[in-house]
């Protein structure tokens, strides 16, 4: 599975944006994703899950997006979306976009065998 996540960019404190993530190869259905970010000088963290064959945005969330972002699945399109609202400047890193074979969505990073190459947003403040 090849994944591509892109929609970053920069934009200031409260704007909105959607991040993508296209899986090529085996159906993305067959896996729950996952989104993850890393800051400058930080680990990368756990945003958002989703899981096995969900078509809709019911999702699993870090505690400092929760209520802002939303996750959603559109599986005959192989893409996962995070749809950012009220950002933030601590929300400024590299997203990552993740597959899991387990069929529940997981906020451990070990479990996810394949990730996408990463999208940069800033948030200005």
């Known amino acids: 599975v090849q994944l591509q996540a892109f929609g970053g960019g920069l934009v200031q404190a409260g704007d909105s944006l959607r991040l993508s993530c296209t899986a090529s190869?085996?159906?993305?259905?067959?896996?729950?994703m996952g989104w993850f970010r890393q800051a400058p000088g930080k680990e990368r963290e756990f945003v958002a899950a989703i899981a096995v064959g969900l078509r809709g945005s019911d999702g699993i969330y870090t505690d400092s997006v929760q209520g802002r972002f939303t996750i959603a699945r559109d599986n005959a399109k192989n893409t996962v979306y995070l749809q950012m609202d009220s950002l933030k400047p601590e929300d400024t890193g590299v997203y990552y976009c993740?597959?899991?074979?387990?069929?529940?969505?997981?906020?451990?990073?070990?479990?996810?065998?394949?990730w996408g190459q990463g999208t940069e947003l800033t948030v200005s403040s």
């Open positions: 993740a597959a899991s074979l387990q069929g529940v969505a997981t906020v451990h990073r070990e479990r996810y065998r394949y």
């Open positions: 190869g085996r159906t993305s259905s067959s896996y729950s």
